[in-house]
């Protein structure tokens, strides 16, 4: 529960992720894969965020201005190849090779990968996000729609200045 809390505070504090924000977000990754080799970048938000969408699109076509060959996505444990995952075993990523960018998207990736470089937070209005869940399956809304899944776990290894915050639909921003 404490890190839903702690979600919350990183939702109001982080910078914000939009059409002005995309050139430094990209500068910033391009910088951390030119220090590091790797940059590790998680994408996380409430069901029905659009947080699966976003990565069939970015396994499509890649992410912001790296190619699909530069970008390996993983999305609900699951690789670009239908490899899966364990929790455990997302903590190491050996086979990638230098100047990839691993895209992490879960509703729980921040509790997966605990030492991620950028954190892309995607918060929706509720009805909103509400919405998408009832268009998925009626099932979806009724597990879904709890109060306990608006905020995903967030550890305190993160702090406000790793996250940026999505108030939007990922894809319309990606694509304006």
Not at 22 to 47: A, H, M, Q, W, Y
Not at 59 to 78: A, M, N, P
């Amino acid at each position: 529960m404490i890190y839903r809390l702690h979600a919350r505070g990183i939702g109001k504090k982080g910078d914000i992720f939009n059409e002005d924000s995309i050139s430094s977000f990209e500068s910033r990754v391009k910088k951390i894969l030119d220090n590091k080799g790797i940059c590790t970048l998680i994408i996380i938000g409430s069901p029905g965020t659009g947080k699966t969408s976003a990565a069939k699109e970015f396994i499509r076509r890649g992410f912001l201005s790296f190619e699909k060959e530069k970008t390996y996505v993983i999305d609900d444990l699951r690789g670009e190849n239908g490899e899966r995952y364990t929790k455990k075993s997302i903590r190491h990523f050996d086979h990638l090779q230098y100047g990839k960018l691993l895209i992490l998207i879960d509703y729980r990736a921040a509790w997966y990968l605990k030492n991620a470089d950028i954190g892309l937070f995607i918060t929706l209005n509720e009805d909103k996000r509400l919405m998408n869940l009832k268009s998925r399956s009626p099932r979806s809304l009724r597990r879904y729609k709890k109060r306990f899944y608006r905020n995903p776990p967030i550890p305190y290894t993160y702090n406000y200045k790793d996250f940026y915050i999505c108030k939007e639909n990922l894809l319309t921003i990606l694509n304006s």
